[in-house]
């Protein structure tokens, strides 16, 4: 049984950029970014009532969003439904022969299970099933904990570049005098 939209999916090239309509013109709320490794993508999630609007921007160019950017641009990707019981759902549009990208679920976001349903099936519309698991608070946070970490890190490295840069201003301005 499905419970609700859960989100629409737009591929974007630059999530910033992305932001200014989204976020800055429209008015929606950027509640956090997380980084799908298994997907190539990273997502921004900007919730609008009981559904969110994902940004997804391809960080891997082999990737099955890279590619649809490539070929069709930014814009629409997905719709995603929630779902009660994922495998049901999946079995009830095999029954139909509904052709589905993923035969079995996988895990996504957050820890939930999801599966593609293809878009020869469903009238040219890529759809997207998921189901919440148990384990999705305790994966939500190890994903959060993995990008807190890069990004502490990037600052790390950053820092250090940028005291590099001014001890090598002030080495040239000694050598000088």
Known sequence: MIKKISHIAVVVPKLEEAMTFWV???GLTLDHVEHVEAQGVDVAFLPSGESDIELLRPVDEESGVA?????????MHHICFEVDDIEATLARLKAHN?????????????????????????????????????????????????????????????AQGVRAF????????????
Do not use: S
């Open 24 to 26: 800055d013109a429209l």
């Open 67 to 75: 590619r649809y950017l490539q070929k069709r641009g930014p814009g």
């Open 98 to 158: 509904i052709p589905l990208i993923n035969e079995e679920p996988t895990f996504g976001t957050g820890g939930k299970k999801i599966a593609f349903v293809h878009p020869k099936g469903t009238g040219g519309v890529l759809v997207e099933l998921y189901e919440l698991t148990p384990d999705e608070p305790a994966r939500r946070l190890e994903r959060m904990d993995a990008m807190r970490h890069r990004l502490t890190e990037g600052r790390r490295v950053y």
């Open 166 to 177: 001014f001890a090598g201003l002030r080495y040239g301005r000694n050598e000088e005098e």
